[in-house]
């Protein structure tokens, strides 16, 4: 029952060149950091990574989109990450742009055993009607678009059938976590980290403190161990454990 192991590189030792990522967090907020920069360190690539966003330049899964590690992603925020934009726009990098909601509930959907549902969310756009560009030919033109999904209408009301999302692997950072597996999200950063857990055939959470078992109020644990296979320490203020704020802003 003991899933810690030593380090954040021996937690990703598993993942392989070609293995699809449910990464949690929501910008830069609770981000597993430490896993993503173990994974840059052992070199892996043409990873397919599921995430609300990509990172930002040099951060996040923006350090591994650098390093031109990740071949296809699937999100709802491109945000400010020029590099993605560079690598979308020349054909580089495969990119599933789905809306927001939509997003959380393929991933909730794929860690409770439902292969697919409707949903109106999209329906009379790109999403729902296909053609939306998932990959340039880097001259302006599309190399690969989206296709059509099924349509239905129930009670006078049109849904798009969305799938869900299941990956090889997922990572997710945690306020604590126990030897068992079990985590607790601190506030916000609970954001897409349970969704991610639950989605991932293999869960890899890294936590910032580690308790015995017995020591988290069931009642409060947001993700049961059940659904994770390993757990590293990774305290706040060591490597790989920053905090970092995407635009910081003050009033005048």
């Known amino acids: 029952m003991d899933k ?46 599921v995430s609300n966003n990509c990172g930002v330049e040099g951060w996040g899964l923006g350090s591994l989109l650098r390093a031109k590690r990740i071949s296809r992603t699937t999100g709802s925020y491109v945000g400010e990450n020029k590099e993605f934009e560079r690598q979308f726009l020349s054909g580089e990098l495969e990119v599933e742009l789905v809306p927001q909601g ?23 756009t790109q999403v729902a009607l296909g053609g939306l560009p998932l990959r340039y030919d880097g001259s302006g033109g599309v190399a690969l678009a989206s296709e059509p999904k099924e349509v239905r209408t129930f009670d006078g ?11 090889d692997f997922a990572l997710v950072h945690a306020r604590y976590g126990d030897r068992h597996g079990n985590l607790v999200y601190e506030k916000s950063a609970q954001n897409f980290n349970p969704l991610c857990a639950a989605a991932g055939r293999i869960t890899i959470a890294e936590v910032e403190e580690l308790v015995e078992p017995g020591a988290l109020d069931p009642a409060l644990v947001h993700t049961p161990g059940i659904f994770v296979q390993h757990v590293v320490h990774v305290p706040v203020g060591s490597p790989g454990a920053q905090k970092r704020i995407e635009r910081r802003t003050v009033r005048a």
């Open 4 to 49: 810690v192991v030593g380090s954040a590189a021996e937690a990703v030792a598993d993942v392989s060149d070609g293995a699809s990522l449910a990464v949690g967090g929501f910008g830069l907020c609770g981000i597993p950091q430490a896993l993503i920069e173990a994974l840059l360190e052992a070199g892996v690539g043409d990873l397919r990574t």
């Open 102 to 124: 939509t997003l959380a509930e393929r991933l909730r959907a794929g860690g409770a055993g439902i292969p697919a549902f409707y949903t109106p969310g999209g329906v009379g």
């Open 157 to 167: 009301v049109d849904y798009v059938l969305e799938r869900a999302i299941v990956t």
